[in-house]
């Protein structure tokens, strides 16, 4: 039986900073640029830290849980869709369920 918890990172709680990085591919500063979060039938304004096809990091007031479906909606590009992957200090990582393109 799966908890969805596993050490590939995409559902691992974030207690300590990362000593290296261990992603695929690099992120691309988002210049803080704005976004709407929704979930659970609510819709937050985000700021955008940074982005990649596979992932962002955003920075919001009101934090969903981890393992929380959400959709990340932007004014320059397709909605999409995704899963919280970590949580800390008023950040969440997001992982998309499809690249972005």
């Not at 918890?5 to 640029?33: C, N, T, W, Y």
């Not at 959709?71 to 995704?82: P, Y």
Request: proline share 3%; glycine share 10%.
């Amino acid at each position: 039986m799966s908890s969805g918890l596993g050490l590939d990172g995409k559902m691992i709680p974030r207690r300590v900073k990362r000593i290296f990085d261990q992603r695929e591919e690099q992120r691309g500063d988002a210049h803080g640029s704005l976004a709407r979060l929704v979930w659970r039938d609510q819709t937050l304004d985000v700021r955008v830290d940074n982005i990649s096809s596979s992932g962002a990091m955003l920075v919001c007031d009101e934090i969903p849980n981890i393992g929380e479906k959400v959709t990340l909606e932007f004014n320059e590009r397709s909605a999409a869709a995704g899963d919280v992957c970590w949580v800390r200090d008023g950040r969440i990582g997001i992982y998309f369920a499809a690249p972005l393109e």
